[in-house]
């Protein structure tokens, strides 16, 4: 079994910075691509940041040049380096990673979630 565990979400002040970590763990073989989401109130789910295995980025152009993706590949970890926060980044933030991992005798290749962590963007 993989789990995907987040932390560093909070309350911040608008223009102020938030660190988030997500840490994979279990019968994992690799890591191929990681990312971050989020969710506002009444929205979908949208992509944020992601990173292949080779250190490769890719934004959405509401986020650029103010967060910044990274991974640890020996800790099993991605990182979303938040700047310049701003109200409408307010949501809750899932890491997913796509994983092959042990399961059941066999190698399975799937995607993974976090369970969230809130962010809230508020003066």
């Known amino acids: 079994q993989v789990q995907l565990v987040e932390s560093g979400g909070g309350l911040v002040q608008p223009g102020g910075s938030l660190r988030l970590s997500c840490a994979a763990s279990?019968?994992?073989?690799?890591?191929?691509?990681m990312g971050w989401y989020r969710q506002a109130p009444g929205k979908q789910r949208e992509s944020v940041a992601t990173i292949t295995s080779g250190g490769s980025t890719n934004y959405r152009d509401s986020v650029k040049g103010r967060f910044t993706i990274s991974r640890d590949n020996a800790k099993n970890t991605v990182y979303l380096q938040m700047n310049s926060l701003k109200p409408e980044d307010t949501a809750v933030y899932y890491c997913n990673a796509d994983v092959r991992a042990y399961s059941g005798g066999y190698v399975v290749r799937r995607d993974y979630w976090g369970q969230g962590t809130q962010v809230t963007v508020s003066s």
């Open positions: 279990g019968s994992i073989l690799s890591l191929n691509a």
